[in-house]
């Protein structure tokens, strides 16, 4: 009785879980839809880009590439969903993939020849998950074994949001409603003793209705615009025949069948085209790269002093 007084109490918690039932109705009603994704692997390509969260419809307005892409049916609405249903099982020794997505974790360690990550166990924050980051390991890697595919997954346009727009829209919620975004936040709530709400990043703020769809959709495509930049730089240092793609779209407040409700982020095994629906562009070349496969690289081998010396002139060992 006092669980369900405290829910009564809390009407957060009695919409939240409407939400979790019509996402559950979503699955069983709408999954076949999904049965028929597109698996990226079956393409053909030497660099796969993929852009983490990045919905068809907002690509295809804010496209920065010269080339057009094709929307094509993502097999997952989460990464972790995405990951698994893509990768896991595999034998991709000709690949080195090169992530700022920690769900990449839960792949066995000799799926690819090599996987390199800019975050690191202690520091999973929004920090470590920088576009710049990811477009430097990437280049960096790419000189010591130009010879393979590369996978290269970026966290934008997903958060954490970095553009400047995202950054004023943080500072105003803290200064003018008291609420703090941690995402690139180091400061925490005991920070601040007139505290109202503590959000991980604008989009729970967006749903928390402290910030409108207008200025999220800003910020989101202010995100994708700067990891376009630096999703270009891969491709001028990396050469060969590219693609561009992403895992999962997200949801701003669209509404979900069958109950049609606002729903916000991306769910596993969720189908709306908002997170089914991604872009495929492919950035061609008359240079193609020459694959080679070999043994994956374990951790003990990666850890003899030539590449941890590499590895610290580039800032990921101390």
Known sequence: MENLRSTFNNPSVICDEILRINRGLNRQMFGYKSSGGVNVLDRDWD???????C??????KNNGFEELAQPIVSQGAHSREFIQKTFADKKL???????SNPWSEQLQEDTFFLKRETYTPEDKSGKARLPRDVSKLAIETFEEYPDKRYIVHFMQPNNPYVGP???QLRHDLLSEKNILCTELNEETATDHADLIDEVPNLRRALKNGYITRSQMLEV?????EIVTQYAMDVIEELGGKTAVTADHGDMFGERLPPLFLKDYSHWEGVYSESLRSVPWLVVDSENRREIRSEAPLSQD????DAVREHLKSMGYLS
Not at 55 to 60: G, L, M, Q, S, V
Request: proline fraction near 0%.
């Open 55 to 60: 919905r068809y419809d907002i690509f295809e």
């Open 165 to 167: 727009k995202a950054e």
């Open 220 to 224: 989101y495509i202010e995100n994708l």
């Open 93 to 99: 020794h000709d690949t080195v993939y090169i992530t």
């Open 301 to 304: 081998s990666m850890e003899d």
């Open 47 to 53: 660099t796969l880009i993929i852009l983490d969260g």
